[in-house]
Nanobody
Framework: QVQLVESGGGLVQPGGSLRLSCAAS????????MAWHRQAPGKQRALVATITSGGRINYADSVKGRFTISRDNAKNTVYLEMSGLKSEDTAVYYC?????????WGQGTQVTVSS
């Protein structure tokens, strides 16, 4: 069982920056693929960025060049650095941890981009 706890969300002005963190329980964090997803009001949950256990990274086209995903296996934590934030980035951001057979989600953290 893995528990994921997100933090770092909040209200930010357009063009601003935020860093989200996701702390995971368990001693095998390094073996999990990690990801950030987001769900805007009235929309389906969408993938934002992924980082595999081997460090391979992928981003949604909408955030390329603005967001950076990283992981610290020693701290059992995955991060999402967000810059150049736009109003369309407003959403609840969810942390995901998974293997080929198991998937875990955090409770989500709200990010609101507004002036």
């Amino acid at each position: 069982q893995v528990q994921l706890v997100e933090s770092g969300g909040g209200l930010v002005q357009p063009g601003g920056s935020l860093r989200l963190s996701c702390a995971a329980s368990g001693s095998i964090f390094s073996t999990y693929a990690m990801a950030w997803h987001r769900q805007a009001p009235g929309k389906q949950r969408a993938l934002v960025a992924t980082i595999t256990s081997g460090g391979r990274i992928n981003y949604a086209d909408s955030v390329k060049g603005r967001f950076t995903i990283s992981r610290d296996n020693a701290k059992n934590t995955v991060y999402l650095e967000m810059s150049g934030l736009k109003s369309e980035d407003t959403a609840v951001y969810y942390c995901y941890a998974g293997t080929a057979t198991m998937a875990y989600w955090g409770q989500g953290t709200q990010v609101t981009v507004s002036s």
